[in-house]
């Protein structure tokens, strides 16, 4: 019948047969397209479905001291993970996995459970490859395993406020880990695999794009000097039943930080029982009133404005002084009722300094105490890093000038305490401070004269060798410079001085033959023996400055003379 009707309308059927041959032809053509000419887009098509590319996980940076001590290091570690759909045809193994991941079972079903729908979750982080693969070798469905990294600090709590640490994804979260997270982080590279519709790896192809491990980095830390502060300052606090403390102690020639140290501290390989007040890089994020320890400066502010020289006498009799309301009074009051520039500072005089700074003016003791850089940014760049406050004023009242000048009003961090100091120590050359060891020598700024500074060196020597002196801050076998420091803690949250609170200070330097090392000592409420800082903080400065000079081969300048050779009498009488 079909036939017929081909035959009443012959170019129907003609078209037809035409439309089918055109189709035929059209596919004969893909298939020999697809199959010889443009081959790659099938194996595109393919390759979509089964070739990955999976990270190569790349190693943080070290850290070293600047001798080349290992501070934080990456070391790998296995990491499980497990394919939510997977398991759950596996429920009888899971008992057995629980068990060897240490965790409960019923929590460990109940976890499974909830993510019975997704292709990727976390079983566990950060095992030791050993373990990882002795999970891995029991073949459950669906447990995986990623190659990473995790950091280790070799020093412990010693190092652990400065170093930091980092995350479970091997960032930095604190310290110099994340300060220089930039330079420390590597690049992951790539690997292309095959995989089958299950995520099953099939065969591992090539290395599309090496890994890229972060740069190292060396400190200007010496982790000699880092354990002997560590170590003299978490004493102190033993003994002086105190709060918290800070130990920095700096090179003045190149501005390196040498040791920086805060108690109390942690361990960063195990931060389970660690409280965030233990993360405090105390040295740079907690501010203070200095205290004495800033008279040096108001002195060297009055030298250098050609007003006052050492012989110059200040009467200071009755040992206080009344400015309105304000009463400035002196603690100690046997040095006599006239006082020297020297005499001042041995006894920490507030009268006799707040006599000089009402002649010569707050402002100038201002100017001195920004050039050196209290108040200021210290250019670190670590993370929380308080900047302090040096308060200024138009017009300086009676009341503001004295108490700048012995040293409340402002606030200032160790760091910044310590860098003052270098100037004094350093012929009134300030250097860059720095945490990453130098390489290059360092450019100074003449911040005082030179011969202020001197004159200032020997007057700070007499602080703590004369009679009257600061004699817990001696150093044996050589001389060195410093001064004492007690500050009232401020309130939190209210105006005023909280009672029976006080940090005890200490800041010097030496040896005197030759300055290098400065060293500001912190000690935060203390609550035994005492609090003034001649007490509590000079001991600790001490200690740690006679290690210090010993490590580093400084030579004695203080040794005592070597008594005559007696003579010996020779046959003929003569003498050799």
Do not use: C
């Not at 000699?224 to 003299?232: K, P, S």
């Not at 709060?243 to 190149?254: N, P, Q, R």
């Not at 006599?355 to 003791?365: N, R, T």
């Amino acid at each position: 019948m079909m036939w017929l009707e081909g035959a009443r309308y012959p170019w129907r059927f003609r078209l037809v047969l035409a439309l089918l041959a055109l189709m035929v032809g059209a596919i004969a053509w893909r298939i020999l397209d697809l199959q010889v000419i443009d081959r790659a887009f099938l194996k595109e098509q393919g390759d979509a479905r089964s070739v990955r590319h999976v990270p190569i996980p790349a190693h943080r940076g070290l850290i070293t001291d600047r001798n080349g001590e290992p501070l934080a290091v990456s070391t790998p570690v296995t990491t499980l993970w497990a394919n939510g759909k997977e398991l759950q045809g596996a429920r009888a193994r899971w008992s057995e996995l629980a068990s060897v991941l240490g965790q409960d079972p019923k929590t460990f079903a109940q976890r499974l459970e909830q993510n019975a729908g997704r292709e990727f979750m976390y079983l566990v982080r950060g095992l030791t490859p050993e373990r990882g693969q002795s999970i891995l070798d029991l073949k459950i469905p669906g447990v995986y395993g990623l190659e990473e990294f995790r950091r280790f600090y070799p020093a412990g709590e010693v190092t652990a406020q400065l170093v930091g640490f980092t995350d479970v994804d091997d960032r930095g979260r604190e310290g110099i880990e994340l300060s220089f997270d930039n330079w420390l982080a590597g690049v992951p590279g790539k690997r292309q695999v095959l995989k089958d519709r299950r995520g099953r790896l099939i065969k591992d192809v090539q290395v599309v794009e090496n890994a890229k491990p972060g740069k190292a980095l060396a400190l200007s830390i010496d982790l000699r000097l880092q354990y002997l502060a560590n170590r003299e300052l978490r004493n102190a606090l033993v003994e002086n039943g105190a709060k918290a403390g800070s130990l920095v102690i700096m090179d003045v020639k190149t501005g390196e930080v040498l040791a920086m140290a805060n108690q109390p501290s942690y361990n960063p390989n195990n931060r389970r029982n660690m409280q965030p007040a233990m993360m405090r890089n105390r040295a740079m994020i907690d501010v203070f009133e200095p205290g004495s320890t800033v008279k040096p400066l108001s002195m060297v502010a009055a030298l250098q404005s050609g007003r006052w020289k050492p012989s110059d006498n200040v009467e200071v009799h009755p040992g206080r002084l009344q400015i309105g309301r304000y009463t400035i009074r002196d603690v100690s009051t046997g040095g006599g009722p006239v006082l020297d520039l020297t005499g001042i500072l041995i006894n920490s005089s507030n009268v006799g300094m707040s006599k000089i700074a009402f002649d010569i003016g707050g402002e100038a003791i201002y100017n001195l105490m920004q050039q050196v850089g209290l108040g200021q940014d210290t250019g670190l760049g670590f993370p929380g890093e308080r900047v302090g406050n040096l308060p200024n004023h138009r017009k300086w009242p009676k009341a503001e000038t004295a108490t700048l000048s012995y040293g409340y009003g402002l606030s200032v961090t160790a760091v910044q305490l310590v860098h003052a100091y270098s100037a004094l120590a350093n012929n009134g050359r300030l250097v860059p401070l720095t945490l990453v060891r130098a390489d290059r020598e360092a450019v100074a700024t003449q911040v005082i004269p030179e011969s202020v500074a001197k004159t200032m060196q020997g007057m700070l020597q007499q602080v703590i060798e004369a009679p009257r002196g600061a004699h817990r801050a001696l150093v044996p076998g050589y001389h060195v410079a410093g001064k004492s420091g007690t500050a009232r803690k401020a309130s939190v949250g209210t105006k005023g001085y909280t009672a029976n609170a006080y940090r005890s200070l200490f800041a010097g330097f030496g040896p005197m033959s030759n300055p290098r090392f400065a060293v500001v000592v912190v000690i935060d409420e203390p609550s035994k023996a005492g609090y003034f800082g001649g007490l509590v903080s000079a001991p600790v400065f001490s200690k740690v400055m006679s290690g210090t000079l010993r490590l580093m081969n400084v030579p004695p300048d203080n040794l005592p003379a070597e008594p005559p050779q007696p003579t010996v009498a020779t046959n003929n009488g003569g003498q050799r």
